[in-house]
């Protein structure tokens, strides 16, 4: 089992960065793959990126591909995702996902995580 706790969020003007930080716990950590999803007001649930459990995979949504980069310090049961060029269309709640077993390509829907944190808000203003 793991539990994840998300931190991290802001109310930001565009064009800044902010770091979300994704504490887990739980001693399988280190072979579950991570991700992040987003869900801004009135629309669905979205995928925004995830990160094998060694680190050596990466994924990005088109819409936030070379912004965002999602990275994780096994040693401190982290997983991070760094927001540059923040723009008011990435305002959401961010949710930190996980799963175990996952090999090859890893899912960009949401059923393909297990383990979910309670979110985070992020809004960039005008």
């Known amino acids: 089992q793991v539990q994840l706790v998300e931190s991290g969020g802001g109310l930001v003007q565009p064009g800044v960065s902010l770091r979300l930080s994704c504490a887990a716990s739980?001693?399988?950590?280190?072979?579950?793959?991570m991700g992040w999803f987003r869900q801004a007001p009135g629309k669905e649930r979205e995928f925004v990126a995830a990160?094998?459990?060694?680190?050596?995979?990466?994924y990005y949504a088109d819409s936030v591909k070379g912004r965002f980069t999602i990275s994780r310090d096994n040693a401190k049961n982290t997983v991070y995702l760094q927001m540059d060029s923040l723009k008011p269309e990435d305002t959401a709640v961010y949710y930190c996902?996980?799963?175990?077993?996952?090999?090859?390509?890893?899912?960009?829907?949401?059923?393909?995580?297990?383990?979910w944190g309670q979110g985070t808000q992020v809004t960039v203003f005008s």
């Open positions: 990160l094998s459990w060694s680190g050596d995979s990466t």
């Open positions: 739980g001693r399988t950590f280190r072979t579950t793959a």
């Open positions: 996902v996980g799963a175990h077993g996952l090999v090859g390509r890893l899912p960009q829907d949401a059923a393909g995580y297990t383990y």
